[in-house]
């Protein structure tokens, strides 16, 4: 990674310690907006960094978004980051005009919209912070074929709601709405959206598995039972080992990921990542909650704060389902002579 | 936490990769030698280890004055997963070209180099590795065999166990006490010895695995004269120069692959089955695999820069062995198989051989225990 890009996620990860803690956390999951958060980031031309300076933004890469989307999942930094950084992202390379809106996005292939004679209508649920937002990127199906849409949310109707971790999760309904713009969408183009989106979520997941390994080593070293600090129980130790463990794979994972997108040669890396993160959910969290014991199960302490969005986030988007049914299928369909020929096909990398 | 570098192989690389395995599926078709589970450590084939050493295919990555190829450990790590990926064996030559090559171009004198290392890498001379002994498992520092100094040389007295493919090897290189027992300072006084297992007062007496296989052995030294010469590295610093081993004992494709063969397998049955909601519980294991091998490659390559990966080399070993062990058990749940070490049926005999051979996965090399204590210890510090 660069020196430019190290310094920018130094600068971000310093703004989301500064503003972002639990009390501002519990806030936005009452229903507040943390103002103060949104506009450092505006303020610093982070929410157009995935935008190139052609198109007036920072110019960053992918490189640079999915290890922001790491610190969003570290400290669980409560305002639409991800979505209006990615929604960006998206137009640009759909060939639109970005925006400089507060803009969000949902990339469903369950619930598309629907456009007819021009006009776009439809619901779809779970879109994030749509309430807080003015302008939405979707899906929409027309009679020539997938299309990819930017609106207007003023002309919609915003039915609140919330995900397991009490993030907004909106019901957005349209009735002959008309687009600010729109992009015909290929087989390819919406697949590699769904490639894309699904990175970002691991990358926001891998944030959070980081951030509970982190505050479990710590209250292990803290906290004194029998006499001495827990982390010298070898039954204790055995959870902080399978902490390691997890978490030292999903962090490669998500670089694995992040260098095989960059360098064009992706193959089924995100769903073996995708897969790969929802598994260690399963173990991390249950881990850390018993490491913990009852004052993690608290709401006064914010070990549920990164569990309670592990939980939620594992369910949106395309996930271990989804992925699991595709490599079968690929799986199926593949002629390579061996599974171990199959996992180092070196197509990709002999065309370079 | 640890962050590793990512994988990214040349086309260079890729190249050698296939060369490496159209090669190995020639020996194949020839019946020169039949895929097997845990082929590096249980398939010892003297013949075997020959053919590739004229292929110069051991000690890869040594200089070229002692009869090596220089070329990376990325190479090396890529020759050896298509060893494992199609279950060669390679046991014979396996700890001479992955400890003790390296331990002598990192500590070795220039007269032991040049003796060692052109026949290691011929394929003519192989070692065995003399760590535990009956009262010393997992409690290393415990060893009790000794050696006195006299004219020219030590007298070795004591006996090593579980050193596996002694039967085979030509030479052992042997933790000893060469300092009266320090209880406080287990750690001191222990140095390498490099014993001529030919050599008068040795003892080699085998040690049948559960299978009934000869794979283990119990080496007794009595009055075994050891000379100055085959002392590797400083007196006294045996356990020091060992540890530096244990990162690439740990963390290698041999932690993972050990039971490819049955995945492998696998999915050949549930493709012929068409079995689409098999081949999806395959992806999760997959995914689990690629998971590994990202973190066992990131750990090769800080490792050929000479960084530090005591932690995330336990890792490798604790989760990768256990993940070996898994593939017997998702495999009989979703094909029909009966597994027997005689079987004609590929599959029944791969289960055989990975359900037998695996409970010394996570044992051997270090037991998953102690490495638990070696990461938790490590991130507890950091």
Same mark, same amino acid.
């Given at each position: 990674?660069?020196?430019?890009?190290?310094?920018?996620?130094?600068?971000?990860?310093?703004?989301?310690?500064?503003?972002?803690?639990?009390?501002?956390?519990?806030?936005?999951?009452?229903?507040?907006?943390?103002?103060?958060?949104?506009?450092?980031?505006?303020?610093?031309?982070?929410? +157009?960094?995935?935008?190139?300076?052609?198109?007036?933004?920072?110019?960053?890469?992918?490189?640079?978004?999915?290890?922001?989307?790491?610190?969003?999942?570290?400290?669980?930094?409560?305002?639409?980051?991800?979505? @209006?950084?990615?929604?960006?992202?998206?137009?640009?390379?759909?060939?639109?005009?970005? !925006? +400089?809106?507060?803009?969000?996005?949902?990339?469903?292939?369950?619930?598309?919209?629907?456009?007819?004679?021009?006009?776009?209508?439809?619901?779809?649920?779970?879109?994030?912070?749509?309430?807080?937002?003015?302008?939405?990127?979707?899906?929409?199906?027309?009679?020539?074929?997938?299309?990819?849409?930017?609106?207007?949310?003023?002309?919609?109707?915003?039915?609140?709601?919330?995900?397991?971790?009490?993030?907004?999760?909106? !019901?957005? +309904?349209?009735?002959?709405?008309?687009?600010?713009?729109?992009?015909?969408?290929?087989?390819?183009?919406?697949?590699?959206?769904?490639?894309?989106?699904?990175?970002?979520?691991?990358?926001?997941?891998?944030?959070?598995?980081?951030?509970?390994?982190?505050? @479990?080593?710590?209250?292990?070293?803290?906290?004194?039972?029998?006499?001495?600090?827990?982390?010298?129980?070898?039954?204790?130790?055995?959870?902080?080992?399978?902490?390691?463990?997890? @978490?030292?794979?999903?962090?490669?994972?998500?670089?694995?990921?992040?260098?095989?997108?960059?360098?064009?040669?992706?193959?089924?890396?995100?769903?073996?990542?995708?897969?790969?993160?929802?598994?260690?959910?399963?173990?991390?969290? !249950?881990?850390?909650?018993?490491?913990?014991?009852?004052?993690?199960?608290?709401?006064?302490?914010?070990?549920?704060?990164?569990?309670?969005?592990?939980?939620?986030?594992?369910?949106?988007?395309?996930?271990?389902?989804?992925?699991?049914?595709?490599?079968?299928?690929?799986?199926?369909?593949?002629?390579?002579?061996?599974?171990?020929?199959?996992?180092?096909?070196?197509?990709?990398?002999?065309?370079? | 936490?640890?962050?590793?570098?990512?994988?990214?192989?040349?086309?260079?690389?890729?190249?050698?990769?296939?060369?490496?395995?159209?090669?190995?599926?020639?020996? $194949?078709?020839?019946?020169?030698?039949?895929?097997?589970?845990?082929?590096?450590?249980?398939?010892?084939?003297?013949?075997?280890?020959?053919?590739?050493?004229?292929?110069?295919?051991?000690?890869?990555?040594?200089?070229?004055?002692?009869?090596?190829?220089?070329?990376?450990?990325?190479?090396?790590?890529?020759?050896?997963?298509?060893?494992?990926?199609?279950?060669?064996?390679?046991?014979?030559?396996?700890?001479?070209?992955?400890?003790?090559?390296?331990?002598?171009?990192?500590?070795?004198?220039?007269?032991?180099?040049?003796?060692?290392?052109?026949?290691?890498?011929?394929?003519?001379?192989?070692?065995?590795?003399?760590?535990?002994?009956?009262?010393?498992?997992?409690?290393?520092?415990?060893?009790?065999?000794?050696?006195?100094?006299?004219?020219?040389?030590?007298?070795?007295?004591?006996?090593?166990?579980?050193?596996?493919?002694?039967?085979?090897?030509?030479?052992?290189?042997?933790?000893?006490?060469?300092?009266?027992?320090?209880?406080?300072?287990?750690?001191?006084?222990?140095?390498?010895?490099?014993?001529?297992?030919?050599?008068?007062?040795?003892?080699?007496?085998?040690?049948?695995?559960?299978?009934?296989?000869?794979?283990?052995?119990?080496?007794?030294?009595?009055?075994?004269?050891?000379?100055?010469?085959?002392?590797?590295?400083? $007196?006294?610093?045996?356990?020091?120069?060992?540890?530096?081993?244990?990162?690439?004992?740990?963390?290698?494709?041999?932690?993972?692959?050990?039971?490819?063969?049955?995945?492998?397998?696998?999915?050949?049955?549930?493709?012929?089955?068409?079995?689409?909601?098999?081949?999806?519980?395959?992806?999760?294991?997959?995914?689990?695999?690629?998971?590994?091998?990202?973190?066992?490659?990131?750990?090769?390559?800080? $490792?050929?820069?000479?960084?530090?990966?005591?932690?995330?080399?336990?890792?490798?070993?604790?989760?990768?062995?256990?993940?070996?062990?898994?593939?017997?058990?998702?495999?009989? $749940?979703?094909?029909?198989?009966?597994?027997?070490?005689?079987?004609?049926?590929?599959?029944?005999?791969?289960?055989?051989?990975?359900?037998?051979?695996?409970?010394?996965?996570?044992?051997?090399?270090?037991?998953?225990?102690?490495?638990?204590?070696?990461?938790?210890?490590?991130?507890?510090?950091?």
């Amino acid at each position: 990674m660069s020196e430019m890009k190290e310094m920018i996620l130094d600068v971000v990860e310093k703004i989301f310690k500064d503003k972002v803690d639990k009390e501002k956390v519990d806030v936005v999951e009452e229903g507040g907006w943390a103002e103060d958060v949104w506009s450092i980031l505006q303020d610093n031309e982070l929410l +157009s960094v995935a935008v190139s300076e052609q198109a007036g933004g920072a110019g960053g890469d992918l490189d640079d978004l999915f290890n922001l989307y790491r610190l969003v999942g570290k400290y669980a930094v409560p305002v639409p980051f991800l979505e @209006t950084t990615f929604a960006n992202y998206v137009l640009e390379h759909s060939n639109l005009n970005v !925006t +400089s809106a507060n803009v969000t996005y949902s990339i469903d292939l369950n619930q598309p919209l629907i456009i007819k004679n021009g006009l776009v209508s439809g619901k779809i649920m779970n879109v994030p912070w749509a309430r807080h937002t003015d302008e939405l990127v979707a899906l929409a199906t027309s009679d020539e074929g997938m299309k990819l849409v930017h609106l207007n949310l003023s002309e919609a109707t915003i039915q609140p709601n919330m995900n397991l971790a009490c993030e907004p999760r909106d !019901t957005v +309904s349209f009735e002959d709405a008309t687009t600010q713009q729109e992009a015909e969408m290929s087989d390819t183009q919406v697949t590699h959206l769904l490639q894309l989106d699904t990175a970002t979520k691991v990358a926001l997941m891998g944030g959070a598995i980081d951030k509970i390994n982190q505050l @479990t080593v710590r209250y292990t070293k803290e906290r004194e039972q029998f006499g001495r600090p827990i982390h010298r129980f070898q039954l204790i130790q055995q959870h902080l080992v399978l902490l390691a463990g997890e @978490t030292a794979i999903v962090n490669s994972a998500v670089d694995n990921l992040i260098a095989a997108l960059l360098e064009n040669r992706l193959q089924n890396e995100v769903a073996y990542a995708r897969i790969r993160v929802e598994e260690a959910i399963k173990i991390v969290a !249950t881990s850390a909650h018993q490491v913990f014991g009852a004052i993690g199960v608290t709401h006064e302490h914010s070990l549920h704060q990164f569990t309670r969005r592990l939980w939620a986030w594992r369910d949106e988007g395309p996930g271990e389902v989804y992925w699991s049914n595709q490599l079968a299928k690929e799986l199926l369909a593949s002629s390579s002579e061996s599974l171990w020929a199959y996992l180092t096909s070196t197509e990709k990398v002999l065309q370079v | 936490m640890f962050k590793l570098p990512t994988i990214q192989f040349t086309a260079e690389q890729e190249k050698f990769r296939l060369e490496v395995r159209n090669f190995l599926q020639e020996q $194949l078709v020839k019946g020169t030698f039949k895929t097997k589970c845990d082929s590096w450590l249980s398939g010892s084939d003297p013949a075997f280890s020959k053919i590739i050493g004229e292929q110069g295919w051991i000690g890869l990555t040594w200089p070229k004055k002692y009869g090596g190829q220089e070329r990376s450990s990325i190479d090396r790590y890529i020759l050896t997963e298509e060893f494992l990926a199609v279950g060669a064996p390679v046991a014979a030559h396996w700890f001479a070209d992955r400890q003790t090559g390296p331990l002598l171009l990192r500590f070795g004198t220039e007269e032991q180099r040049e003796f060692f290392l052109p026949k290691i890498v011929k394929g003519e001379c192989y070692f065995g590795i003399g760590l535990s002994e009956p009262n010393s498992g997992s409690d290393l520092a415990s060893v009790a065999t000794r050696a006195e100094k006299v004219e020219g040389g030590w007298i070795v007295n004591g006996s090593k166990t579980w050193t596996s493919n002694a039967h085979d090897a030509h030479y052992m290189v042997t933790l000893i006490r060469t300092e009266p027992f320090d209880g406080v300072k287990k750690h001191n006084g222990l140095s390498q010895l490099i014993i001529d297992l030919q050599a008068e007062g040795v003892t080699i007496v085998p040690i049948k695995y559960l299978t009934g296989e000869h794979h283990f052995n119990e080496v007794f030294f009595e009055n075994v004269f050891v000379p100055d010469n085959r002392v590797v590295g400083k $007196l006294g610093n045996g356990w020091a120069q060992g540890l530096a081993e244990l990162a690439f004992e740990r963390s290698g494709p041999e932690r993972i692959l050990s039971t490819f063969p049955l995945l492998d397998e696998l999915v050949a049955e549930l493709k012929k089955q068409k079995d689409e909601a098999g081949l999806k519980e395959v992806s999760k294991v997959i995914s689990r695999l690629w998971g590994l091998r990202n973190l066992s490659i990131g750990v090769a390559k800080v $490792l050929e820069e000479g960084g530090e990966v005591a932690i995330p080399a336990a890792l490798v070993k604790s989760i990768g062995t256990k993940f070996e062990q898994s593939i017997p058990e998702i495999t009989r $749940l979703l094909v029909r198989t009966y597994p027997r070490l005689e079987a004609e049926r590929q599959i029944d005999r791969f289960m055989a051989e990975s359900i037998l051979h695996s409970p010394g996965f996570t044992i051997r090399g270090g037991t998953s225990e102690v490495l638990y204590g070696v990461v938790a210890k490590g991130v507890v510090a950091q």
